[in-house]
Nanobody, 122 residues
């Protein structure tokens, strides 16, 4: 059983940056692929970025490529999402999740955090 806790969300102006963190405990962190999803107000949860177990393979939603960077530190049981050049349409609750392999599908991930709110003002 893996427990995930996100942090780092907040209110930022368009063009600004935020770094989200996700702390994992209770399991073998390095054996999990990790992902960030987001859920905008009134919309379904959607894929943002994923990273494989070693950190050598990353995948991004097209609209965040070049602006967001997912990374992980297996020694610290942490995964991060660096978000630059933020836009109002990035406003959402951001969730990290852990699963057996990288995937863009939410149901492929077994463990989820509680989410952290990111609000980008125009």
């Amino acid at each position: 059983q893996v427990q995930l806790v996100e942090s780092g969300g907040g209110l930022v102006q368009a063009g600004g940056s935020l770094r989200l963190s996700c702390a994992a405990s209770g399991g073998s962190f390095s054996s999990y692929a990790m992902v960030w999803f987001r859920q905008p107000p009134g919309k379904e949860r959607g894929f943002v970025a994923s990273i494989n177990r070693s950190g050598g393979l990353t995948t991004y939603l097209d609209s965040v490529k070049g602006r967001f960077t997912i990374s992980r530190d297996n020694a610290k049981n942490m995964v991060y999402l660096q978000m630059n050049s933020l836009k109002p349409e990035d406003t959402a609750v951001y969730y990290c999740a852990a699963g057996g392999r990288p995937s863009v599908r939410a149901h492929d991930y077994n463990y989820w955090g509680q989410g952290t709110q990111v609000t980008v003002s125009s």
